[in-house]
Nanobody
Framework: QVQLVESGGGLVQAGGSLRLSCTTS????????MSWFRQAPGKDREFVAV????????NYVDSVKGRFSISRDNDKKTVFLQMDSLKVEDTAVYYC????????????????????WGQGTQVTVSS
């Protein structure tokens, strides 16, 4: 069983930056693809970014490309989401998720493919 705990959310003005962290325990971290999803009020949960278990492959939703960067530290069992040039529309609860995969598996953007989730951290961007 993998436990995930997000941190780093908060209130920031448009154009500002935040760095989210997700610390894991209870599993072999380098066997999991790690993703960030977000959910705004009244909307479905949305894929934001994914990083493969070995850190070599990343993917982003188009709306955050060039502004957000996902990374991981396998020694510290932590995944990060650096968010720059934040926009009001980035306001949401951000969730970290883990997916156990074999090394050659493609990354996934589907929430249903992720078995483990954190409790979420609120990001609010003001105009």
């Amino acid at each position: 069983q993998v436990q995930l705990v997000e941190s780093g959310g908060g209130l920031v003005q448009a154009g500002g930056s935040l760095r989210l962290s997700c610390t894991t325990s209870g599993g072999t971290f380098n066997r999991y693809d790690m993703s960030w999803f977000r959910q705004a009020p009244g909307k479905d949960r949305e894929f934001v970014a994914v990083i493969s278990r070995n850190g070599r492959n990343t993917n982003y939703v188009d709306s955050v490309k060039g502004r957000f960067s996902i990374s991981r530290d396998n020694d510290k069992k932590t995944v990060f989401l650096q968010m720059d040039s934040l926009k009001v529309e980035d306001t949401a609860v951000y969730y970290c998720a883990a997916r156990h995969v074999i090394l050659t598996a493609a990354t996934s953007v589907r929430p249903a493919d992720y078995a483990y989730w954190g409790q979420g951290t609120q990001v609010t961007v003001s105009s």
